[in-house]
């Protein structure tokens, strides 16, 4: 999965049956996203179209707080957990402090905007994350 979503042309030209990676991995993301809608509805005792609205917008930043990469290639599962509970604490405490949902909204989408940053930091080797300097 690293390999197809790093670089597609690579891992063909590796021998990677990529369409084959793919299927599979949308197979179990689908899997998995019909586990997740029953959890949901046996908590709510109730089926819902609209109860997980805002959910993929906790999963996005869940995974890119854990350190997954817009570009591919790069993640690791216990980032993304972390990434998860730094979410959950995040909503759990603006909940607390009865924000708006609006609001919360705004918070999630400058929270994504500065992992997003930092993660384009990280790649150009600059700011916080340098550790040496490049030499011209």
């Given at each position: 999965?690293?390999?197809?979503?790093?670089?597609?042309?690579?891992?063909?030209?590796?021998?990677?049956?990529?369409?084959?990676?793919?299927?599979?991995?949308?197979?179990?993301?689908?899997?998995?996203?019909?586990?997740?809608?029953?959890?949901?509805?046996?908590?709510?005792?109730?089926?819902?179209?609209?109860?997980?609205?805002?959910?993929?917008?906790?999963?996005?930043?869940?995974?890119?707080?854990?350190?997954?990469?817009?570009?591919?290639?790069?993640?690791?599962?216990?980032?993304?957990?972390?990434?998860?509970?730094?979410?959950?604490?995040?909503?759990?405490?603006?909940?607390?402090?009865?924000l708006s949902y609006y609001w919360q909204l705004v918070v999630k989408g400058i929270v994504i905007i500065g992992a997003v940053y930092l993660d384009m930091e990280k790649k150009k080797?600059?700011?916080?994350?340098?550790?040496?300097?490049?030499?011209?």
């Open positions: 999965m690293y390999a197809v979503g790093g670089n597609k042309s690579a891992a063909v030209y590796s021998g990677i049956n990529s369409r084959q990676v793919e299927i599979c991995v949308h197979v179990i993301c689908a899997t998995l996203a019909a586990v997740g809608g029953i959890i949901l509805a046996s908590r709510m005792y109730s089926a819902q179209p609209t109860a997980g609205q805002s959910y993929e917008g906790d999963a996005i930043a869940a995974a890119v707080l854990g350190g997954t990469s817009f570009n591919g290639g790069v993640g690791t599962i216990g980032g993304t957990i972390i990434g998860a509970l730094i979410i959950g604490f995040l909503n759990n405490g603006m909940n607390l402090l009865q080797g600059r700011g916080i994350f340098a550790l040496t300097k490049k030499k011209a």
